[in-house]
């Protein structure tokens, strides 16, 4: 297995990848907020031998890593990844995850809940995403003793987590949906059965690159077969919409498009986040389109490792200035390994 | 000899051509503005006659044209190839002209002055272009009786002609003195002594591509040799400038700003004339700074080839639109001929 944003597109590309998240909390502990560090040591431990010592698959293929140990550009690009949440990455107080080698499961111990399980794969995976989240959810539950009510289900910190605890969500490269205006619209009849609409990297709802996540908001009074059922639908749907939107395009407009995205990375020699993000966008619509024939391409692996704490892990510590030299090296010969 | 846009630019391109004009009237004729077309076609006839039939080399590597037989794409290509004026493309009255084969020597007859004798050559070559305007006025004054005037000098319709009937002008490519801004303030210290910047190509005084053209007000009480010297001394000092300007660049800015113009214009499917002229004005640069380091690639070249009627003579008469197709692939084409 590779980290998701490794994984080869199938068909269109437009489906990028798969989370679960399962929200868990021990019964009669406090919840992080209101934890000690020396409590939230003690939970870290709990997790930790739960886990290592089950004598199960997960006890050889995870990792126990204490953020502690963890250097800030290695902690903030994992927040770039996917793998942990950005509030998880700046927090102060003692707190640890347990990990997969190519990182698709992430624990997170000692955010807003006590346990974040978390399970990412590359492309349309929600069913073999919740098996593993599922699995570990299993697991966990026979050594520790989750905070459960029978009326509201599994118990969070949040109400909006409360019943199954899962936020379900897929990300999806919707370039020309976006580019005819039609989001807005897309997250008013999204949100009306309880799914939400954002853009993925960018600040607040502003979405770079035409990547979307959509995710359940409903997680009480459903049950997480048909939370996942419901988002399966909408997103075969939107993926559908898309592809017949990309169907009708003007050919010679979008080849445009695309080979000046693969123009302009392939010889800038000074490239933002942004821009960069905005570009691979157009490289992996022309892929789906078959104007960049290049199979040793992976727009998605190039954007993800191009962003800034990625270049840092890679470079070492630098200013935005020099970053942009740097992404414009990097990405440059990312592109090039195949000419056109 | 070759045109003077396909000359291969020596030392900084900055100087791309010099213009030498004289006009010139017959003793005794009305002007064009009056003329009956009847009168036109003897005139024309005349100074066919006048070179043609002077026995000197002249008389051989000049031809004749009538106007008439001239297509509308190649008419307005010629001002594209700035051979001839717009007006006089676009005039509807008999007119020709004498011309030589790599076009530097331009006659036209019947335009604003019976004569108007133009001689173009790539590069600050203004002596030289004058040395053989003078020997085709002195050829030609030999069989046409030229209005003179002792006090005025040569007549010509338009007063601001009197005198020398001398136009003497020298395009220059200033990318970084624009860039600064610094174009108004050069276009007023200019003018205080008798001459004028103007943008070529682009409506009015639009510059695009970065290439002004600056050339002499004063014909009047001034010999053509004062006229000519003036004009060297202040393009000498305006390349200087520029030449300054360029040294004194952000490397990793200006590199960055050429390779883009290079990415897209070997890239792109669908390219305007406007946007062409500014990616070629980089290219341009880029050379000039050893950025861009293709000996086969002659932008001026590409400038001229790609105007709008230069392409409709090669390719037939076609929509704007798919214009901007057939230029992509022309440009695509001549900028792939040497890959970095």
């Known amino acids: 297995m590779s980290s998701w944003y490794m994984k080869k597109s199938l068909d269109n590309g437009i489906a990028v990848s798969s989370r ?4 868990r909390n021990i019964k009669g502990l406090a919840f992080p907020s209101r934890m000690t560090d020396n409590d939230r040591q003690k939970l870290n431990e709990t997790v930790k031998n739960a886990i290592l010592e089950s004598n199960t698959p997960f006890s050889k293929s995870l990792k126990f890593i204490d953020m502690e140990d963890v250097p800030e550009n290695e902690k903030f690009s994992m927040v770039e990844r996917h793998i942990i949440s950005p509030e998880f990455a700046s927090s102060q107080k003692r707190r640890a995850i347990i990990i997969s080698e190519d990182e698709s499961i992430c624990i997170m111990i000692g955010e807003e809940d006590h346990l974040r399980i978390q399970v990412i794969y590359g492309g349309l995976e929600l069913e073999k995403a919740y098996d593993v989240a ?41 370039p020309v949906i976006e580019g005819e205006g039609g989001i807005a619209d897309l997250a008013q009849s999204v949100n009306k059965i309880g799914f ?4 993925m990297y960018g600040e607040g709802s502003k979405a770079i690159g035409s990547l979307y996540q959509i995710s359940n908001q409903i997680t009480l009074g459903i049950s997480e077969k048909n939370a ?7 997103t075969t749907q939107l993926i559908e919409r898309e592809q017949k939107a990309r169907e009708s395009l003007n050919k010679i407009k979008v080849e445009d498009l695309c080979m000046r995205a693969f123009g302009l990375l392939s010889n800038a020699r000074l490239l933002s986040s942004e821009e960069m993000m905005n570009l691979i966008s157009r490289i992996k619509l022309g892929q789906s389109l078959g104007i960049i024939d290049c199979e040793n391409i992976n727009p998605m692996g190039i954007f993800v490792e191009a962003q800034p704490y990625m270049l840092m ?8 200035d020099e970053r942009d030299i740097y992404r414009a090296n990097f990405v440059r010969e990312e592109i090039g390994k195949e000419k056109i």
């Open 20 to 23: 679960i998240r399962l929200a």
């Open 134 to 174: 599922e699995k570990l959810d299993t697991l966990l539950s026979g050594s520790l003793n989750f905070a459960f009510d029978s009326n509201l289900g599994f118990l969070t910190e949040c109400p909006t987590n409360l019943g199954t605890g899962l936020r379900a969500s897929v990300m999806l490269h919707l």
């Open 196 to 199: 939400t609409v954002r853009g």
């Open 228 to 234: 996942l059922d419901n988002l399966k639908i909408i």
């Open 313 to 320: 892990r890679k470079f070492g510590t630098m200013s935005a």
